[in-house]
T-cell receptor, first 114, second 113 residues
Framework: KAGVTQTPRYLIKTRGQQVTLSCSPISGHRSVSWYQQTPGQGLQFLFEYFSETQRNKGNFPGRFSGRQFSNSRSEMNVSTLELGDSALYLC?????????????FGQGTRLTVV | AQRVTQPEKLLSVFKGAPVELKCNYSYSGSPELFWYVQYSRQRLQLLLRHISRESIKGFTADLNKGETSFHLKKPFAQEEDSAMYYCALSGFLSQGGSEKLVFGKGTKLTVNP
């Protein structure tokens, strides 16, 4: 079956702009989690969605938001981009929330803010 | 609060040597520990979890609740083991379900020929 798909793979944005990233989970998976990966901080949890509801949220400013659709696809949005938002954004899908033993990661979206 | 510490950012060993990647955690509840691996240009993937007590690709990890550690070990490192390794922690909530997955900052393992 197809893996977790993230689009776009690469993005370049300027400071102050906003960006939307997309994540299509594995078919049948209803839980999607988002992470920010940077060389200095490693992987940091952003949020988790299940059945269109945000179930958990990490310690990120309100500029970071997300949503999940009825087909389990998820989007995350970052408004008023800052240079420090440059990172690899990963999403992971699983059958159920907290089911990390069966969580599969996408290849990520590389965001560069200039 | 959940916290995972991987004290070594970089670890370099020679092929055939034993390797140990350290992981310490902080969590007041019942933890669930994982090791994830990310090979060059590949996706992050689960290597092993403490519950299953399995050995994957020759790697093992034992949860030591007294020392709050979950070190990853392999007796004889191979060049193909070179990758980024992340220790991660979740937790079981008393009311059911799991906490979010929290990662350490990772250790880059290089196995030299």
């Amino acid at each position: 079956k197809a893996g977790v798909t993230q689009t776009p793979r690469y993005l370049i944005k300027t400071r102050g702009q906003q960006v939307t990233l997309s994540c299509s989970p594995i078919s049948g998976h209803r839980s999607v989690s988002w992470y920010q990966q940077t060389p200095g901080q490693g992987l940091q949890f952003l949020f988790e969605y299940f059945s269109e509801t945000q179930r958990n949220k990490g310690n990120f400013p309100g500029r970071f938001s997300g949503r999940q659709f009825s087909n389990s696809r998820s989007e995350m949005n970052v408004s008023t981009l800052e240079l420090g938002d440059s990172a690899l954004y990963l999403c992971a899908s699983s059958l159920a929330p907290g089911d990390y033993t069966e969580a599969f990661f996408g290849q990520g979206t590389r965001l560069t803010v200039v | 609060a959940q916290r995972v510490t991987q004290p070594e950012k970089l670890l370099s060993v020679f092929k055939g040597a034993p390797v140990e990647l350290k992981c310490n955690y902080s969590y007041s509840g019942s933890p669930e520990l994982f090791w994830y691996v990310q090979y060059s240009r590949q996706r992050l993937q689960l290597l092993l979890r403490h519950i299953s007590r399995e050995s994957i690709k020759g790697f093992t990890a034992d949860l030591n609740k007294g020392e709050t550690s979950f070190h990853l070990k392999k007796p004889f490192a191979q060049e193909e083991d070179s990758a980024m390794y992340y220790c991660a922690l979740s937790g079981f909530l008393s009311q059911g379900g799991s906490e979010k997955l929290v990662f350490g900052k990772g250790t880059k393992l290089t196995v030299n020929p």
